[in-house]
Structure formats: structure tokens, C-alpha cells
């Protein structure tokens, strides 16, 4: 799920601009450089991840339940949908105002990968808060994977060399925090998603059979 809904959101943002006969916001050598920073640095730190509190109180699924059940597959739509919008939007917003097409990319691209850090953290817990002491820092292979992405996107967006082999370009205070923003987005109405299912009860239930202890002899 981690992968499919950022994966998804890459898609979705060049499908939609092929759709609407757009510019497209992403050059090919641009999405490879995406999926090389995130692959490399974010995809592996969930692999360090302790099991989720709770887990093995859960009831099992059931045997005949398909591998893609209906919950997964809203939860790739929806990060897929929010990281296209915010994407694709960014891109469409800056070039309306007279951005050049460089900027309008490099802000696509990093809103892509910015948006792959937040959602990293959203991922830690499948419906469990992350705004929590141990949601935030509990992992700190996710906050080493972020840290060591962060000077990536920046060569990439102001080193000469990246911008002359990328077609990116520097950007300022202002469009860096139109990016940040693009990623908050997917982080809150993640959190908010995951919200509304403990209230509503659609989280899955915790099972509280208890296993059985050491017999007592007389």
C-alpha cells in the first residue's frame, strides 16, 4: 500500500495531463529521478518497521478474502487521487501565473517526492494516529530516509550539473513553500481518513480472546 498509492499518484498526474491534451509535468528522465529518490531512500525504511500495536489481537482475515480487498484499494485511489491533485494542480497553477515551464516542472517533482515523505510517515500505521511521540520518532529508519532525501531534491533542484541533465530549475522561498503545502495536504486528509474510520467504527476490531496460560498444578 505504501508503494501503490505514491507509484498511482505518478501515474494519474501524467494519464490526466495526456487526457486534457496538457503540457506534461514530467519529463521522462524527471519521473525516473523520482522514482530513484524514493525508491532508494524512502521505499526501504518501512522495512525496519516494528508490528504495529495490537496487531496480533486482530481478527485473522478470512481465507477466501481477496488479496486486494475494497479498503486497500480506496486507500491507493485516495493518495493516488490527493498526490495527482496536488501534483498536476501545483504545475497548472504556476504556469497560469507566468511561471517558466522548468519551475512549473521542478515544483511537480519535488510536491511528488515531498508528498512521499509525509505519506511515509502517514504509513507507519494503517489506522493508528502518527501524531504521537512514537508515530513521529518511533522509527528512526523513516526519519533517516527523509533526512537523506531532503539534500537529494535540493542538488536536484539548484545544483547546475542536475538542472542541465534534468531541466529543473532553482527555486525560492515562495515555491518551495507551495511544495510543502502540496504535501501537507496528503498527510492531513490521510490522517483525518484514518480518523474517520476509528470514530465510525470501521477500524478492525481487537480480538480479546486471551491465549491460554501455564497450567496450574494442585
Known amino acids: 500500500m505504501t508503494a501503490l498509492g ?11 495531463a495526456i487526457l486534457f ?3 506534461l509535468p514530467l519529463t521522462p528522465a524527471q519521473v525516473l529521478w523520482v522514482n530513484m529518490v ?19 489481537r486482530r481478527h485473522p ?12 484499494i480506496w486507500r491507493v485511489a485516495l493518495v493516488s487521487t490527493l498526490m495527482m491533485l496536488g501534483a498536476l494542480g501545483l504545475f497548472l497553477w ?9 519551475t512549473a516542472r521542478t515544483m511537480a517533482v519535488n510536491a511528488i517526492v515531498v508528498s512521499e515523505m509525509f505519506y511515509l510517515l502517514n504509513s507507519r500505521f494503517i489506522f493508528a494516529p502518527v501524531l504521537t511521540r512514537n508515530g513521529l520518532f518511533g522509527n528512526p529508519y523513516v526519519l533517516l530516509a527523509i533526512v537523506a532525501c ?58 480479546h480472546h486471551r491465549q491460554p496460560g501455564p497450567r496450574r498444578t494442585p
Open 6 to 16: 505514491p507509484n498511482g499518484g505518478q501515474t494519474l498526474v501524467v494519464i490526466a
Open 21 to 23: 491534451e496538457l503540457t
Open 38 to 56: 524514493t525508491s532508494s531512500c524512502l521505499g526501504l525504511a518501512l522495512a525496519f518497521e516494528p508490528g504495529e500495536k495490537g496487531l496480533m
Open 61 to 72: 482475515r478470512p481465507p477466501g478474502e481477496a488479496l486486494l480487498s475494497g479498503f486497500f
Open 94 to 102: 504556476e504556469l497560469e501565473s507566468g511561471t517558466g515551464i522548468e
Open 150 to 207: 531532503i539534500p537529494l531534491q535540493l542538488l536536484y533542484t539548484h545544483a547546475a550539473p542536475m538542472q542541465a541533465t534534468f531541466g529543473s530549475a532553482s527555486l525560492g522561498l515562495q515555491e518551495w513553500s507551495k511544495v510543502i503545502a502540496a504535501g501537507m495536504l496528503i498527510f492531513c486528509v490521510a490522517e483525518l481518513e484514518k480518523l474517520i474510520l476509528r470514530r465510525n467504527g470501521l477500524a478492525p476490531r481487537l480480538s
